[in-house]
């Protein structure tokens, strides 16, 4: 199947080799490597994004307005086809794109330093920044609702009721424990009813994976444009601490390894700060650790609902993989809730 879409990149003189890449649940990704060159290529979930060629049409978007205001900013745009598509749709296959490689960087599938942190929150501050002059209606809507709290808790309701009966009797006490955060639902549709809370130009897809850095181990500019819509800053800083703060992930089992270390929280505030200090409203500031439990909660009650319906989204390596995840996540949720006095002052400074 790869060398029918492969040949729609010209890559015909040499056979291509592909190996499997990265650790994304939605998309599958490989690198190629071709003539001496490498690229990334991807087949969109298209269960998960049902229009894929408005992913397309938001980073042309992008592309071209960046390109115009502010040409010096690193842009990793799709490698064309052979016709001048930036996508590939084959039948029985699905829609593929493909970007390059670029050489004299790398990304992270871990952060090790507080550094790192900085770089990353910069940059998706950066990318934020670059981006608060268009005209935001223009950006497609790549998943409708994706980070809607009141949806995705509505939804987590739902599998409670509705779910596999078995695992709604398992998951009681992670159930009972996670609705009694509700608090963080109702805090979200303040937020959502205030006009002091700007819809921007969001990534929604913050992991460290997602950044470039150089050889210097600068961020070089952010990847993974795919959920790129208008949204919450608190979706892009709270996926950031969300995985970022701990040095374990959601896929740690062993919880007592899920700590909050307080210098990469520090790094996320000065990171994102020095990009968007000025933008931000003083009502948005108010809500920067907030951030970290709206994306933290949704990311658990995400999880827990998919294991209450037999993993249809995220799918599992293992009987109980949502499980483990949510149940990591509700961890995380607590130990951040724990630091909030002493976080509050690292914004105040
Ligand atoms: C999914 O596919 P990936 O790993 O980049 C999910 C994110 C979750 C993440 C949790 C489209 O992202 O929202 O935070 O898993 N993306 C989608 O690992 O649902
Ligand atoms: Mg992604």
Redesign the pocket.
């Known amino acids: 199947m790869h060398s029918d879409i492969l040949k729609e990149y010209g890559f015909i003189n040499a056979t291509p080799v592909l190996t499997a890449f990265?650790?994304?649940?939605?998309?599958h990704t490989w690198k190629v490597s071709y003539m001496g060159k490498d690229y990334i290529l991807q087949r969109i979930?298209d269960n998960?994004?049902k229009q894929p060629a408005d992913i397309t049409s938001n980073i042309s978007l992008l592309a071209a307005y960046l390109k115009q205001h502010h040409p010096g900013y690193f842009f990793v745009a799709p490698v064309k086809t052979i016709h001048g598509d930036e996508m590939v749709f084959l039948k029985d296959e699905g829609y593929f794109r493909m970007f390059p490689f670029v050489a004299g960087s790398h990304s992270k599938d871990v952060l090790k330093t507080a550094a790192e942190a900085f770089e990353a929150a910069s940059q998706f501050g950066k990318f934020t920044r670059l981006l608060a002059g268009i005209n935001i209606r223009q950006l497609k809507i790549s998943?409708p609702d994706?980070?809607n709290l009141s949806l995705r808790y509505h939804q987590f309701l739902e599998a409670l009721k509705n779910g596999n009966s078995q695992r709604i009797k398992e998951t009681k006490a992670l159930a009972d424990e996670l609705a009694g955060h509700a608090a963080i639902v109702n805090e979200y549709q303040n937020i959502t009813g205030n006009s002091n809370f700007k819809l921007r130009v969001t990534h929604?897809?913050t992991?460290i994976?997602?950044v470039l850095f150089d050889d210097a181990g600068k961020g070089l500019c952010v990847i993974?444009l795919?959920?790129v819509m208008p949204g919450y800053f608190i979706s892009d800083v709270g996926?950031m601490m969300?995985?970022y703060l701990s040095p374990v992930?959601?896929e740690e089992k062993d919880f007592s390894k899920i700590i909050i270390r307080d210098d990469f929280y520090e790094a996320i505030v000065k990171g994102y700060y020095r990009q968007m200090k000025d933008e931000l409203t003083q009502t948005e500031k108010k809500y920067f650790f907030y951030a970290g439990t709206f994306?933290i909660y949704m990311?658990a009650i995400?999880?827990l609902t998919d294991y209450l319906n037999n993993d249809i989204?995220?799918g599992a390596k293992y009987p109980g993989h949502n499980l483990v995840?949510a149940g990591n996540q509700a961890v995380l949720l607590q130990r951040l809730l724990e630091k909030e006095k002493t976080f509050s002052k690292i914004i105040e400074n």
């Open positions: 990265g650790t994304g649940l939605i998309n979930n998960v994004f998943i994706f980070h929604h897809d992991k994976s997602n993974d795919d959920t996926d969300r995985t992930s959601e994306m990311q995400r999880f989204y995220y995840r």
